[in-house]
């Protein structure tokens, strides 16, 4: 059974930095595209991060660019999402994906059930 795990979620202040991580089980997903999407309430998922394969290639959404760092490591078959300089704005679920969508949110296979970010003003 293919599993994909977030943690690292919780409540930070404005300015503050949280890392989330995204542990896979199941199979081996080395030849995947990782992302993180988020969804605040009343909002539709976005994407966030995507990172590819072999760790040399990253898009980032305009909002989070220079902010947030994804990586990966394939032996661990985690991925990551460091965020820095949190803004209230960051407020939502984020959730990881595998796959090979890159931006679009179709694109991706298998999905985590999402941990919460909270950033407070």
């Known amino acids: 059974q293919v599993q994909l795990v977030e943690s690292g979620g919780g409540l930070v202040q404005a300015g503050g930095s949280l890392r989330l991580s995204c542990a896979a089980s199941?199979?081996?997903?080395?030849?995947?595209?990782w992302a993180w999407f988020r969804q605040a309430p009343g909002k539709e998922r976005e994407f966030v991060a995507a990172?590819?394969?072999?760790?040399?290639?990253?898009r980032y959404a305009d909002s989070v660019k220079g902010r947030f760092t994804i990586s990966r490591d394939n032996a661990e078959n985690t991925v990551y999402l460091q965020m820095n300089s949190l803004k209230p704005e960051d407020t939502a679920v984020y959730y990881c994906?595998?796959?090979?969508?890159?931006?679009?949110?179709?694109?991706?296979?298998?999905w985590g059930q999402g941990t919460q970010v909270t950033v407070s003003s």
């Open positions: 994906a595998a796959g090979s969508g890159w931006y679009r949110i179709n694109g991706y296979d298998y």
């Open positions: 199941g199979r081996t997903f080395s030849r995947y595209v």
């Open positions: 990172i590819n394969w072999s760790g040399g290639s990253t």
